[in-house]
């Protein structure tokens, strides 16, 4: 079964733009949640959904969105863009996103922001 | 609010070495915990999880006990190999207004010389 995959791997912008991550999930898994990683701040929590619905926010400004399609690959989009929002962005998939269900990684993104 | 402790590194071994690293934990009811590990340039892989209190999980070697009582889930490896280097992250999982995230501690980077 193939793993959670991301694209583009990496990503150059620079102030000001606007930048699209894409994630799609393991065959079945309806759960995407998505997670930035900073050597600062380590790994925060974005948001995550679940047929095609938000179902959680983490703490971050308005600027980053994302959406779920109805099969299940999902989309997140930073405008606006800082030359804080440089991270590793990661996706993880799970089957129900319940509390004992495993989440699984994909590489991730690396956006620089210039 | 959820947290996660983990002992923060550089932490660096000799092959073969015995292998501890502290994680404790504040979460509101019950929560699952996790390890999962992260090699250079690669998103994260689960190495081992725990749903409930008294729990052992294990993979590869390494274990982690889920005691309730003190709030920890220790790593703990009886002989690393100079393959077991990277940064480890002791997580959990709870509930909170309908679905569930991931609370990760900081890392603890993990360097095993021959």
């Known amino acids: 079964k193939a793993g959670v995959t991301q694209t583009p791997r990496y990503l150059i912008k620079t102030r000001g733009q606007q930048v699209t991550l894409s994630c799609s999930p393991i065959?079945?898994?309806?759960?995407v949640s998505w997670y930035q990683q900073t050597p600062g701040q380590g790994l925060q929590f974005l948001f995550e959904?679940?047929?095609?619905?938000?179902?959680n926010k983490g703490n971050f400004p308005g600027r980053f969105s994302g959406r779920q399609f109805s099969n299940s690959r999902s989309e997140m989009n930073v405008s606006t863009l800082e030359l804080g929002d440089s991270a590793l962005y990661l996706c993880?998939?799970?089957?129900?996103?319940?509390?004992?269900?495993?989440?699984?990684f994909g590489p991730g993104t690396r956006l620089t922001v210039l | 609010g959820n947290s996660v402790t983990q002992m923060e590194g550089p932490v660096t071994l000799s092959e073969e070495a015995f292998l501890t690293i502290n994680c404790t934990y504040t979460?509101?009811?019950?929560?699952?915990l996790f390890w999962y590990v992260q090699y250079p340039g690669e998103g994260l892989q689960l190495l081992l999880k725990?749903?409930?209190?008294?729990d052992k999980g294990s993979n590869k070697g390494f274990e982690a006990t889920y005691r309730k009582e003190t709030t920890s889930f220790h790593l703990e490896k009886g002989s690393v190999q100079v393959s077991d280097s990277a940064v480890y992250f002791c997580?959990?999982?709870?509930?909170?207004?309908?679905?569930?995230?991931?609370?990760f501690g900081k890392g603890t980077k993990l360097s095993v010389i021959p």
């Open positions: 065959s079945g898994h309806r759960s």
């Open positions: 725990a749903t409930k209190a008294d």
């Open positions: 979460a509101t009811g019950y929560p699952s």
């Open positions: 997580a959990l999982s709870s509930s909170g207004a309908g679905s569930y995230q991931l609370t």
């Open positions: 993880a998939s799970s089957f129900s996103g319940t509390k004992t269900d495993t989440q699984y």
């Open positions: 959904y679940f047929s095609e619905t938000q179902r």
